[in-house]
């Protein structure tokens, strides 16, 4: 029986220790040799942008991630440009045509700046992919090695939500930048002085959308296909305003450095930020990224001087005397979360810090949260109504409520 829980390749490289990532990400042991589908982790968030060489600068100059490899025109790929970009322990992949009959054109021209695939490292895809289809999930991409002068990385791919993908990879015997077919590269890029060496440490959790009735059905999924477990429901009024309402259930993979959030919309008076992401997104999909650091304050001040813009919260938050009673001793005070919208949740095990960006492209569908977590497993249920109605005014700006 195997419980105990190593570094990834990755975590390792960024310089993270076991009990720094269990605190940044809750990470807990589990038994992998009674796994029917292991997952060591995330390998790579990978977007469709309109324009990936300004959305890669972008995440270089606003968020503080390293350009470390490239595919595009110049190294045979002429399809797409692909920038891989890196955060700790977190690959970001952006993908943007170069062809116009690429059929990124077609799915940008659909979905916008988005999520399609969230990439997951195994130890064994064959046996992930045996699981798979035993469980009746639809295999995208049948298992196979790709190879360069570096090594041989086995792949393969299966269908979630949406057109969302989860590729799966091993690599344990690859020591390229990223991928056969990409190129390690290095941006021109030289952040301004001052600037920390990373603003995020690891990738905590993904939320996905999915249209109303579908939560259960994509819960189940990941229960019966990949052996997720489920760690927490959030239905009623934990999870509703005055105007809007929404469902959510969170699985993850039983290290938990994996986390889907999967919501649903509610029936409501009005529409709810799930239903903008669908009419906007025109279907399910990842609505936002959790990335942890261990400084929310210093990382939301680099951030808002790089110009990144977060969700208000209203002075009020702050002093009802109920959550003060409720959150206890944090390790900043309350004024200093409050100059800058921070906001904190406490439960049996410990207490977490959390903010939101607004959407970070033209549609209202993907945003960013950064979270703190100091002992904390869960997902802020008691900021879902502050957080839901700091949504709904930015809505209301939109005319989308």
């Given at each position: 029986?195997?419980?105990?829980?190593?570094?990834?390749?990755?975590?390792?490289?960024?310089?993270?220790?076991?009990?720094?990532?269990?605190?940044?990400?809750?990470?807990?042991?589990?038994?992998?040799?009674?796994?029917?589908?292991?997952?060591?982790?995330?390998?790579?968030?990978?977007?469709?942008?309109?324009?990936?060489?300004?959305?890669?600068?972008?995440?270089?100059?606003?968020?503080?991630?390293?350009?470390?490899?490239?595919?595009g025109p110049e190294t045979g790929n002429r399809?797409?440009?692909?920038?891989?970009?890196?955060?700790?322990?977190?690959?970001?992949?952006?993908?943007?045509?170069?062809?116009?009959?690429?059929?990124?054109?077609?799915?940008?021209?659909?979905?916008?700046?988005?999520?399609?695939?969230?990439?997951?490292?195994?130890?064994?895809?064959?046996?992930?992919?045996?699981?798979?289809?035993?469980?009746?999930?639809?295999?995208?991409?049948?298992?196979?090695?790709?190879?360069?002068?570096?090594?041989?990385?086995?792949?393969?791919?299966?269908?979630?939500?949406?057109?969302t993908i989860h590729t799966l990879v091993d690599r344990s015997r690859y020591d390229g930048p990223y991928l056969p077919g990409y190129v390690e590269q290095q941006s021109s890029y030289v952040p301004r002085d001052g600037q920390p060496k990373r603003l995020f440490q690891a990738l905590d959790h993904i939320v996905g959308n999915v249209e109303?009735?579908?939560?259960?059905?994509?819960?189940?999924?990941?229960?019966?296909?990949?052996?997720?477990?489920?760690?927490?429901?959030?239905?009623?009024?934990?999870?509703?305003?005055?105007?809007?309402?929404?469902?959510?259930?969170?699985?993850?993979?039983?290290?938990?450095?994996?986390?889907?959030?999967?919501?649903?919309?509610?029936?409501?008076?009005?529409?709810?930020?799930?239903?903008?992401?669908?009419?906007?997104?025109?279907?399910?999909?990842?609505?936002h990224l959790a990335v942890a650091t261990g400084d929310i304050i210093g990382t939301v001040d680099a951030l808002r001087k790089n110009g990144v813009e977060f969700l208000d919260t209203p002075d009020s938050y702050y002093e009802d005397a109920e959550l003060r009673a409720r959150i206890g001793e944090v390790r900043v005070p309350v004024e200093e979360l409050q100059s800058r919208g921070i906001l904190v949740d406490r439960d049996e095990d410990g207490y977490l810090l959390q903010i939101f960006t607004k959407p970070l492209g033209d549609r209202p569908t993907v945003f960013f949260e950064l979270i703190e977590r100091h002992g904390s497993l869960g997902f802020g249920k008691g900021n879902f109504k502050a957080l839901f109605e700091a949504i709904e005014r930015e809505q209301d700006k939109r005319g989308n409520l």
């Open positions: 029986m195997t419980t105990t829980v190593n570094l990834t390749p990755e975590e390792l490289a960024a310089g993270q220790d076991l009990e720094q990532l269990k605190q940044l990400v809750g990470l807990v042991e589990y038994d992998i040799d009674k796994d029917p589908f292991p997952v060591t982790g995330w390998d790579a968030i990978v977007f469709v942008s309109g324009n990936a060489t300004q959305s890669a600068l972008y995440y270089q100059s606003a968020w503080g991630m390293q350009l470390v490899a490239y595919s399809d797409h440009k692909s920038f891989v970009l890196k955060s700790g322990s977190i690959r970001f992949v952006i993908n943007g045509a170069v062809d116009p009959d690429s059929p990124l054109v077609e799915h940008h021209r659909k979905h916008g700046d988005g999520v399609v695939d969230i990439a997951l490292e195994v130890p064994d895809v064959d046996k992930c992919i045996a699981q798979a289809r035993r469980a009746g999930a639809t295999v995208v991409r049948e298992p196979e090695d790709v190879t360069d002068e570096h090594g041989i990385v086995r792949i393969a791919a299966i269908a979630t939500y949406g057109e109303l009735g579908k939560m259960d059905e994509w819960v189940e999924f990941y229960n019966r296909v990949m052996g997720f477990v489920n760690m927490a429901e959030f239905i009623g009024d934990d999870i509703a305003t005055d105007y809007s309402a929404l469902m959510s259930k969170v699985v993850a993979n039983g290290n938990h450095r994996v986390k889907f959030p999967l919501n649903e919309p509610a029936i409501a008076k009005k529409k709810s930020q799930i239903d903008e992401y669908l009419e906007f997104y025109r279907g399910a999909g990842a609505q």
